[in-house]
T-cell receptor, first 114, second 115 residues
Framework: GQQVKQSSPSLTVQEGGILILNCDYE??????FAWYKKYPDNSPTLLIS?????DKREDGRFTVFLNKSGKHFSLHITASQPEDTAVYLC?????????????FGEGTKLTVSS | EAAVTQSPRSKVAVTGGKVTLSCHQT?????MYWYRQDTGHGLRLIHY???????EKGDIPDGYKASRPSQENFSLILELASLSQTAVYFC??????????????FGSGTRLTVL
């Protein structure tokens, strides 16, 4: 089964709006959570990440919220801009035996309309 | 700036043929990964490695082999290419575990078409 799942294949938001991208995971041993951003025909790049010992991490317009009991984490984007239009991939990882293996969700295609 | 280079950028292969995708990193990272991207599936891990001369199976290893002859190089091998292996393949590297060490640095991707 899908260990990391994004419920929304696509989202559209007006420029300046607030949006929330959601991600659910199955393995409650995961201890690292990240959001990657991918433009068409480009490689994914890390947007923001958080470890399991904190519930929230903020970086400018981007905030990750982690709900360990619900096995859920989300990305909040404020003051959305057209350049935020991209595919957002959530990922979760487990530090097991030194392995830094990340499992990705299916991705959410975000469109910010001006 | 982290640098992961993949070759070729695109390739057309015939069913049953052998395909080798190459990846080279200059980050001095221990970990290297091969992912494939398909519409509706995001990125799925095929193989990974945390030390030269050793590889590990990821989540979808069937039909693929991997080779890590040195810290810098990691290859993905399709011995008998099949139509279902048409996808975009991404190589990535990371320093390993611990905070920012989990950050993956991706190559530009290889678009593989199997006919």
């Amino acid at each position: 089964g899908q260990q990391v799942k994004q419920s929304s294949p696509s989202l559209t938001v007006q420029e300046g709006g607030i949006l929330i991208l959601n991600c659910d995971y199955e393995n409650d041993m995961f201890d690292y959570f990240a959001w990657y951003k991918k433009y068409p025909d480009n490689s994914p790049t890390l947007l923001i990440s958080v470890r399991s010992n904190v519930d929230k991490r903020e970086d400018g317009r981007f905030t990750v919220f982690l709900n360990k009991s619900g096995k859920h984490f989300s990305l909040h984007i404020t003051a959305s801009q057209p350049e935020d239009t991209a595919v957002y991939l959530c990922a979760a990882g487990l530090n097991q035996g030194g392995s830094a293996k990340l499992i990705f969700g299916e991705g959410t295609k975000l469109t910010v309309s001006s | 700036e982290a640098a992961v280079t993949q070759s070729p950028r695109s390739k057309v292969a015939v069913t049953g043929g052998k395909v080798t995708l190459s990846c080279h990193q200059t980050n001095n990272h221990d970990y290297m990964y091969w992912y494939r991207q398909d519409t509706g599936h995001g990125l799925r891990l095929i193989h990974y490695s945390y030390v030269a001369d050793s590889t590990e199976k990821g989540d979808i290893p069937d039909g693929y082999k991997a080779s890590r002859p040195s810290q810098e190089n990691f290859s993905l091998i399709l011995e008998l290419a099949s139509l279902s292996q048409t996808a975009v393949y991404f190589c990535a590297s990371s320093a390993g575990t611990g905070g920012s060490a989990e950050t993956l640095y991706f190559g530009s991707g290889t678009r593989l078409t199997v006919l």
